[in-house]
């Protein structure tokens, strides 16, 4: 088991970051907030989840143990694969997950792609006893700062969770008032909430 990747990034692409570990580079699938953090030849640690397949190792990496303890229980709910974990974490932060499930909320759910309303009622009954009660009291702690490039970021995360690049264009293009109004610099994690949300809205 690898719990944790540290060393230079090497490499980023759409949905997975290189990270040079004593002279090998490890591939690992992250989610758009946590590549948003990495920059190319910066140190950084990420926690780490090795899925195990017949046919592949895939390394999923994380900000923190916290989502990566979140990813691995989601997977213990049927139907729950990694890239359906990594999508709702992708969406949502392991406390807005817990929130949800909590308080039997659907519409959290649904905000994820792949996941309908029967789907959604499935989780919330199997995870209720699994993920624990919330930890924070304000809003979902997803979204981290990018300096720039915000849009490219957030059209990659679309394209990474299953859209079509002209979807992937279309929310980008419903967002952007929003991104443009922001104080400071856009974050991406609600950017990608946001363009989720209007996607919904048009299937």
Same mark, same amino acid.
Request: glycine fraction near 10%; charge should be negative; include cysteine.
């Given at each position: ?6 060393? $230079? ?8 970051? @290189?990270?040079?570990?004593?002279? @090998? ?10 590549? $948003? ?10 926690? *780490?989840? %090795?899925?195990?397949?017949?046919? $592949? ?10 989502? !990566? ?10 139907? @729950? ?5 990594? =999508?709702?974490?992708?969406?949502? $932060? ?12 659907? !519409?959290?759910? *649904? &905000? ?11 989780? %919330? ?21 990018? *300096?720039? /490039? ?5 059209? #990659? #995360? ?5 859209? &079509? ?10 967002? #952007? ?11 991406? /994690?609600?950017?990608?909430? =946001? ?9």
């Amino acid at each position: 088991m690898i719990a944790f990747v540290s060393g $230079s990034i090497a490499a980023l692409a759409p949905d997975a970051a @290189v990270v040079e570990v004593g002279g @090998v580079g490890m591939a690992v699938q992250c989610t758009p907030n946590t590549l $948003s953090t990495l920059r190319i030849g910066q140190q950084a640690k990420l926690a *780490t989840s %090795l899925v195990v397949r017949e046919d $592949s190792l895939t390394l999923y990496g994380f900000a923190d143990d916290d989502e !990566k303890q979140t990813f691995e229980l989601l997977q213990t709910a049927s139907g @729950v694969g990694p890239r359906l974990a990594q =999508a709702m974490l992708a969406v949502h $932060s392991p406390d807005t997950l817990r929130r949800a499930v909590a308080t039997g909320d659907e !519409k959290t759910l *649904t &905000a994820v792609p792949g996941i309908g309303k029967k789907g959604a009622q499935k989780l %919330l009954l199997e995870l209720k006893d699994r993920l624990g009660e919330p930890l924070g009291t304000g809003g979902p702690a997803i979204g981290t700062a990018v *300096t720039s /490039g915000w849009r490219d970021q957030l059209h #990659a #995360a679309l394209i990474g969770l299953g859209y &079509a690049t002209r979807e992937a264009d279309e929310a980008v293009a419903a967002v #952007a008032p929003q991104a443009e109004a922001a104080e400071g610099t856009p974050q991406v /994690g609600q950017l990608l909430k =946001a363009a989720l949300q209007t996607l919904n809205r048009t299937r």
